[in-house]
């Protein structure tokens, strides 16, 4: 936990309580937003009809799809796991005895796995459609918020996770653009 953590965390979390309504809407944000994301993703590339290139559309499909997926594997199926594993970092709700909104398992927090999965996804659409992406980025920003609101998440763990996407995001893309995949 950094040193502005807990008095973040304790800003943001200080937000529950208002409302059943925020309330709510805090919980909606937090744990379904980003299957709406993911749905978001697979229709704008699945919609998209304007492919730049001589390769065939399915062929763009595949590679921008592939494109979020290896980096996605990279960002939260490898590196996340290997840091969650070297670090201890307990949920806000754990160290501090607040009552989370969402049910959570107290395993270690840090980096944010909904961070390091969604911005591979968010940028992957930034590059296929700007405006889709741009909102993807805007909708990923309001889940990480919105989970250190619920309890869950200190705001370095959602900052960490998003390094760890745009990390690993970049690299794949870096790979990508030196073969000619995309």
Known sequence: MLPLDKELFNFFYGLTGQSEILDGLFIFLAKYLFWLIGIWFL?????KKDWVGTMPVWKSR????SLAFISFVLSRGIITNIVDSLLDSPRP???LGVEALINHTAVNSFPSGHMASLIPMALTLLVVRRRSGIFAIIATLVIGI????????WPSDILGGIAVGILSFSLIYFVFRKKKLI
């Open 43 to 47: 229709w704008v590339i699945f919609t």
């Open 62 to 65: 595949f590679q921008y799809i």
């Open 93 to 95: 709700f754990a160290a």
């Open 146 to 153: 919105s989970r250190i609101i619920v309890g869950v998440h």
